[in-house]
């Protein structure tokens, strides 16, 4: 078996770049691509939202996604990612459980939440810009 120290950097990594894949999947190609910015700001306008908070979690669900991808302030997006998928969370709560009730359940936003708040507590992992800093400047943190 692998040594947990050699490994789980990049089951970290793992973690972020799905996360970021799935985010920059459904922001862009099923808010815009699918429903459009208008039919998105509509929708969200539709279940008692301010319509531009639809133009705002789509915007930060791309540029979350990207973020996450490339690694870059990986605990600050997590974290910042949070509040948009508890309120999907809540949205989906009176739908029931799983995710494939009519209107969607709250399973799997709220699974989303938990791996979004374990991201931000393990950090980048492997192959990430976070991590990219010179020795000198991470050491100078460090001291």
């Given amino acids: 078996m692998p ?3 050699t490994t789980a950097p990049y089951a970290v ?3 972020r770049i799905s996360q970021g894949i799935m985010l ?3 922001g862009a190609v099923l808010k815009l691509g699918t429903f459009g910015l208008a039919g ?3 929708y969200f306008g539709s279940i008692g939202y301010p319509p531009v908070l639809g133009a705002i979690v789509t915007f930060a ?3 979350g996604g990207l ?3 490339a690694g870059f302030a990986t605990r600050w997006v997590s974290l910042a990612l949070i509040p948009i998928l508890l309120g999907a969370t809540l949205q989906h709560a009176g739908n029931g459980w799983l995710f494939n009730v009519t209107g ?3 399973e799997y936003p709220a699974f989303w939440t938990v791996t979004l708040l374990v991201q931000a507590g393990l950090g980048a992992g492997a192959w990430a810009l976070d991590g990219a800093r010179p020795v000198a400047k991470r050491a100078a943190l460090a001291a």
Wanted: hydrophobic share 55%; charged share 10%.
């Fill in 3 to 5: 040594e947990t120290q």
């Fill in 13 to 15: 990594a793992l973690l």
């Fill in 24 to 26: 920059l999947a459904h």
């Fill in 40 to 42: 998105t700001m509509g």
């Fill in 61 to 63: 669900e791309i540029l």
């Fill in 67 to 69: 973020a996450l991808i």
């Fill in 104 to 106: 969607g359940g709250w």
